[in-house]
């Protein structure tokens, strides 16, 4: 079962020591130059010419590799197979049994495949090179609210203990005689069994939670310090600003572009 | 305003990570025990419309997908956000009308949201992956192409095929949990007394 937990690789390389901001920033542009620039092959450009270098400087090429493949293959498979030979009207290329291969449908697979691969392994190389809380921390210094971020640290921690749980919940009703296997119906049949007695007991100390945070100050009003500091390069602020402005630049020329057409 | 305020007590904001936690536990366990037809990934959204409130909900969805995909479990599932959204917001909705109080009603609002969860998720599908989620489902899209549907339309009849139906599933378990839990402890959450059914008067607690 594929457990929820940071995808953090640690490391000590320069995109480690980035300020996530400056990371966050620079997944807004990858995303908004692959989406908004016309070009068959724009995204398959940035996902090797940036992207994947980025991540072999970060020390971290492999587990990006093998994380955006197991993502990718699937839609892959599926965006040829079905806009290959299923787009409505083209130009056929090859003709296997009934069905033919559309160049059009083709096109149009190699652009979206190569879309979800510039999706995917940015995203990748935003969370493989950055720790939640010092995201957090960087975040709540630019006035994040800090409820939102104990949210989303209290989720990574969380999860992952569900999910083990989930696990025992399904051997155990398993070992008291439970078929999770075989026909549909019988399969269906587990659903409640299982998912009931899972959902109970992950809010058994929800109340409790409430208490233990609330002692903490959890509303406390008003500006807050910080324990830990954030150390970030001189040219990182300025390098921030230049990815903003590229970025308006780009949904620009495309807006540009779309009305001189 | 004031409205919002009282949605976000602190027990709502202790729920929202018990919940999206609830999403990922669920969907990858009915994933692992191969249960057929649903995918119920929005337990927990849901659960936190009907208690807390149609905002609650609405943040709980959004943050659900946006975390499933910076964990790196699955940054595909990212872009739909908003579908997740729009779950948890009209989950709050249908439980402030009233309609989480009788077992039928409950399955009606849920495949009601999943037609809307389906209009939402069909243009991500056709417009940024190409009109395929790389899931067992692309084979209803595959039939809806070769019968001639352009991607969105195809993807919005796969979304009707596969959404109504796991919603109005989510929304049950949803109502039977609501059934089990202590009243003392639905009390506490600021839309608790919405799923009070009507025999039930709030003194008897």
């Known amino acids: 079962m594929a457990q929820l937990n940071s995808l953090f690789v640690a490391r000590d390389s320069p995109i480690h020591r980035l300020n996530p901001l400056t990371k966050l920033t620079l997944t807004g542009l990858l995303l908004v130059t692959g989406l908004f620039l016309p070009g068959v092959l724009t995204n398959y450009l940035l996902f090797l010419g940036v992207i994947l270098p980025l991540s072999a400087l970060a020390g971290v090429g492999r587990q990006l590799l093998s994380s955006a493949w197991k993502i990718v293959l699937p839609f892959a498979i599926s965006v040829f197979l079905i806009q290959g030979f299923l787009w409505p009207q083209g130009t056929p290329l090859v003709y296997i049994g009934p069905l033919s291969l559309k160049s059009e449908g083709l096109q149009f697979a190699v652009v979206s495949t190569g879309r979800i691969l510039m999706i995917v392994s940015s995203f990748l190389l935003f969370s493989l090179t950055t720790r939640p809380d010092h995201l957090m921390n960087s975040l709540s210094r630019i006035g994040f609210p800090s409820n939102l971020a104990y949210v989303i640290v209290a989720t990574i921690q969380i999860a992952p203990r569900f999910q083990s749980r989930a696990v025992t919940i399904l051997d155990a009703q398993r070992a008291r005689g439970l078929e999770t296997e075989g026909s549909l119906r019988t399969r269906a049949r587990a659903l409640a069994p299982l998912v009931i007695p899972l959902v109970l007991s992950s809010l058994i100390d929800v109340e409790e939670r409430a208490l233990a945070v609330e002692a903490r100050g959890f509303n406390r009003q008003g500006t807050r310090t910080f324990l830990v500091e954030q150390a970030e390069a001189a040219w990182e602020p300025a390098g921030r600003w230049l990815m903003v402005l590229g970025m308006a630049a780009i949904i620009g020329l495309r807006v540009y572009l779309a009305v001189s057409r | ?205």
């Open chain 2, 1 to 205: 305003m004031s409205r919002l305020r009282e949605e976000f007590t602190t027990i709502t904001w202790v729920m929202i990570p018990v919940a999206i936690a609830i999403n990922i536990a669920v969907g990858t366990l009915v994933y692992t025990a191969k249960i057929p037809f649903v995918y119920l990934d929005s337990i927990g959204t849901v659960l936190v419309g009907v208690l807390c409130g149609p905002w609650a909900g609405l943040l709980t969805g959004l943050l659900s997908n946006l975390i499933w995909g910076y964990s790196g479990l699955n940054p595909a599932y990212t872009p739909y956000f908003l579908v997740g959204g729009v779950i948890g917001l009209f989950a709050g909705l249908f439980s402030r009308w009233g309609w989480m109080r009788t077992w039928w009603q409950a399955i009606l609002a849920g495949a009601i949201t999943g037609v809307i969860a389906a209009a939402c998720s069909a243009p991500i599908t056709a417009y940024l992956y190409g009109g395929v989620t790389g899931a067992g489902t692309d084979m209803i899209t595959a039939f809806f192409r070769s019968m001639g549907f352009e991607n969105l339309a195809a993807n919005f009849l796969q979304g009707l095929a596969v959404d109504p139906l796991d919603k109005a599933v989510t929304f049950l378990i949803v109502f039977l949990i609501a059934r089990l839990l202590p009243l003392r402890f639905i009390a506490r959450f600021p839309h608790g007394e919405d799923l009070r059914p009507a025999e039930v008067s709030p003194a008897t607690d």
